[in-house]
């Protein structure tokens, strides 16, 4: 019997690709190279299915070009990047990656948060520039963290696990989200206070954003919620570039508007914008808030196990558009 098609447009851990080579016919990608939309598409040419992650995109026009997929396997929670409803016309499943990351990136909101209160990189770039020539009692005076206000907009699984770390820092928690979460969760998540999303930037001293990406959620911190915060607020996205306006986002942290932001996505990241560089109040990363080892292994085995089970016929775990199964 021939083998299914597929196509790894990524580098992986070599033993994931050993592992789907037993089953399938593979073509890899191990150099990482970056493909341009129209290599992608020769080269899904004759696929059964493809796996990617959130840096390649799948456009509806593509889509369209490569009806013949069975499935699309992103390696990734959020799935921005793939036009699910082009996919799902075409009958082509769509899978993501979630909750095998939602520690790890809470993990790493904390990281942001705590940096960007206590000014971790711009004291590490004075002291790396050879400027620390004297110990002062005022150098780099930050925000506190414990005892202070976090406030949370999108309060999904990865929301909840970013509020329950705050219980040791006896902070007060509050949310915005779609819907307020039912009491139980709310009472794990350090007693977290659904507001609304004026109270929630007026009131936060330390905002995390970790909303999905939608054409609902592009730029919803722009200036006007900007303005709403408190000149002396930290705010941390680790959950999509253009969810903030980053040029709203640069002249609020130059203009002290905001204390500083921890960014680990951007708007048409990698490229972020070049003013971003000359900020000293903020901490910028390049998009690894999955990023530990067990965790992104976790998530190339949930994207290897979604594949096998579409072309084997059988539901895939995280199948986002369960209407093309009908
Ligand atoms: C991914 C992410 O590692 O899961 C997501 O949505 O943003 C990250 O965890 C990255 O997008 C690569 O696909």
Wanted: charged share 20%; with cysteine; net charge negative.
């Amino acid at each position: 019997m021939t083998k299914p098609n597929v196509l790894v447009a990524r580098a992986t851990f070599p033993d994931v690709l050993e592992r789907l080579q037993q089953q399938f016919e593979v073509e890899s990608n191990q150099d990482d190279t970056i493909f341009s939309t129209e290599e992608l598409h020769r080269r899904m040419q004759g696929k059964d299915a493809v796996i990617m992650t959130s840096s390649e995109r799948l456009s509806a026009e593509v889509i369209a070009a490569n009806t013949h997929l069975k499935a699309i396997c992103n390696v990734a929670v959020g799935y921005n990047n793939i036009d699910v409803a082009a996919a799902s016309n075409a009958g082509i499943m769509v899978t993501n990656t979630p909750d095998v990351l939602n520690e790890t990136t809470a993990d790493y909101a904390w990281t942001l948060l705590m940096a960007n209160a206590r000014r971790v990189s711009e004291s590490e770039h004075f002291l790396r520039a050879g400027k620390w020539t004297n110990w002062r009692f005022d150098q780099f005076l930050g925000a506190d963290v414990h005892g202070a206000t976090l406030g949370i907009l999108g309060m999904g699984r990865i929301g909840q696990a970013v509020a329950r770390r705050s219980m040791g820092f006896d902070m007060q928690v509050i949310y915005h989200n779609r819907s307020r979460l039912a009491p139980e969760l709310e009472a794990r998540a350090n007693n977290a206070r659904y507001v609304g999303k004026e109270e929630l930037l007026r009131s936060a001293d330390h905002l995390v954003l970790v909303l999905p990406y939608s054409a609902e959620t592009h730029h919803v911190i722009g200036a006007a919620e900007l303005a709403l915060m408190k000149p002396t607020a930290t705010l941390v996205n680790i959950a999509r570039g253009g969810i903030v306006d980053d040029v709203a986002l640069i002249a609020a942290l130059r203009e002290k508007r905001i204390a500083s932001a921890g960014l680990d996505v951007f708007e048409n990241e990698p490229a972020l914008h070049p003013d971003f560089l000359t900020l000293p109040n903020v901490v910028l990363t390049p998009h690894i808030g999955s990023g530990s080892e067990k965790t992104r292994r976790a998530m190339a085995d949930c994207a290897s196990a979604n594949l096998v089970a579409a072309l084997s016929g059988e539901r895939p775990p995280n199948l986002i558009n369960p209407q093309v199964l009908k």
